[in-house]
């Protein structure tokens, strides 16, 4: 099942709501799943153009588009990797042949990876915190188009995130940082339902 929706045109009329028990339940079963547990396929060229798109559709005070998106697939992945390992090395090394191993495969954990990037606009009147919430809302509608387009996903940072080599190294300029990488595929087994809070813990009544 896929069901690529064309992006409507500027100034098009738009329903403000769009009641869907489907979409109800997308959003109340939502559940990442562990990186172990992804194999291929992973989405198509199409596919991932409107996972990108819907994705993009996050609420973004003063339409600055705050973020944008780097893919890792195919081969790609595997030059990727050896960034990571150089990385790596660098900060540790004591690293042996099997720790450099696993930096080296990590984007060929699964079939996609994007790269989630935060871009604040600086000294812009919407606040730099405003601009990170938009990145924020960006990638969780990443895992959902994707769980809507039938692909499993989980949203991480790991320590590549964080590293300046690696951000460096993936043309991340000033004002970017990595919100996180997006890997996205097949599950080979379904996930589990995971701890959830207490909502009467989290909702007060003013
Ligand atoms: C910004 C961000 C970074 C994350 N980084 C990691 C990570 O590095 N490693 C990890 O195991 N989970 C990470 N997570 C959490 C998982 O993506 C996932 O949300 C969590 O396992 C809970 O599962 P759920 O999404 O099904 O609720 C991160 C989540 C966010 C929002």
């Not at 935060?118 to 938009?134: A, F, G, N």
Request: aromatic share 10%.
């Amino acid at each position: 099942m896929q069901t690529i929706v064309a992006a409507p045109e500027f100034g098009a009329p738009m329903a403000a709501a769009n009641p869907s028990a489907e979409a109800v339940r997308l959003l109340a079963l939502r559940r990442s799943t562990s990186i172990k547990l992804l194999g291929p396929p992973g989405p198509d060229p199409q596919t991932l153009e409107a996972i990108l798109s819907i994705a993009a559709r996050a609420p973004d005070h003063g339409k600055l588009f705050p973020f944008r998106f780097i893919i890792f697939e195919g081969e790609a992945r595997a030059r990727a990797g050896v960034i990571l390992e150089e990385a790596f090395a660098s900060a540790n090394p004591q690293a042996g042949a099997t720790e450099l191993e696993v930096e080296r495969g990590r984007y060929l954990r699964a079939p996609v990876v994007i790269g989630l990037v935060s871009r604040v606009i600086r000294d812009h009147k919407t606040p730099e915190w405003e601009q990170v919430l938009c990145a924020g809302a960006v990638g969780l509608n990443l895992l959902l188009a994707a769980n809507a387009l039938g692909f499993a996903g989980c949203w991480v940072t790991e320590w590549y995130a964080y590293d300046d080599r690696v951000r460096s190294a993936f043309g991340l300029k000033d004002g970017e940082r990595f919100a996180g990488f997006h890997y996205f595929g097949t599950a080979t087994e379904p996930p589990r339902e995971r701890q959830r809070p207490v909502m009467s813990d989290l909702i007060s009544r003013f």
